[in-house]
């Protein structure tokens, strides 16, 4: 099982100064590496199609309107399923100074939607952007190994790693949905709803925090 994850916003509480009001990071999931080939094969395709150089790669927030729906065209039928965890920063002024550093609150954050998802993980190996030194990837892979266990005393995740995304089709296909998931957000129209609706019936559940409430 491979688990592919990647966030949009930032963990700042600086509004009104360049802090993101929301914070959201997605799980993309396949159950097999032959779903997960397949995905990525067809993603390359795409950039081929497209006329990508070598090295360009796909980025929700750099991407036009016409190449995102050539993308979440591409991707609707593949075999995978996602969660995602959308946390309202503005509603949590008050206890940023729970969270240490941007580390912790990313930590956090990470440790809930693989919470969320846990019915579905069995020896997963996660991969996560690059984000932060090797420290911080042994640290993240301890916590979430000491967190996710089974009834029977198994570790669900096998191996924790990073990967750049412009390496790594499958990171970027993490860092599309986890963009059309903040657009429907940080919109709150039909219009904005557009790119998570090609993937709709990819998704497993997207949670509120810190007040649980209907996905919008």
């Given amino acids: 099982m491979l688990v592919f994850i990647d966030e949009s916003g930032d963990s700042g509480f600086k509004f009104g100064r360049g802090s993101s009001r929301y914070f959201v990071i997605t799980a993309v999931i396949f ?11 067809s993603i390359e395709g795409l950039k081929r199609k497209l006329g990508f150089h070598v090295g360009r790669e796909f980025h929700f927030s750099q991407c036009s309107d016409k190449i995102r729906g050539e993308f979440f065209r591409c991707v609707a039928a593949e075999d995978f399923c996602y ?34 998802a846990r019915s579905l ?33 198994n570790c669900l995740i096998r ?14 296909l ?7 998931v903040a657009r429907s957000f940080n919109t709150g129209t039909v219009e904005g709803h557009r790119y998570r609706n090609y993937v709709k019936r990819r998704e497993k559940r997207v949670s509120f925090w810190p007040k649980e409430q209907k996905a919008r």
């Fill in 31 to 41: 159950n097999s590496e032959f779903a997960a080939d397949a995905c990525d094969r």
């Fill in 83 to 116: 969660h995602a965890f959308v946390i309202n920063k503005q509603m949590l002024s008050a206890q940023a100074k729970t969270f240490q550093d941007g580390k912790s609150f990313y930590r956090f954050a990470v440790s809930i939607v693989c919470e969320n």
């Fill in 159 to 172: 191996k924790v790693g990073m990967e750049a995304s412009h390496s790594n089709n499958l990171v970027q």
């Fill in 121 to 153: 993980l069995r020896d997963a190996k996660i991969v996560i952007d690059k984000n932060g030194d090797r420290f911080f990837r042994q640290q993240l892979e301890k916590h979430l190994k000491e967190q996710m266990i089974d009834g029977s005393g």
């Fill in 174 to 180: 993490a860092d599309m949905i986890c963009g059309a």
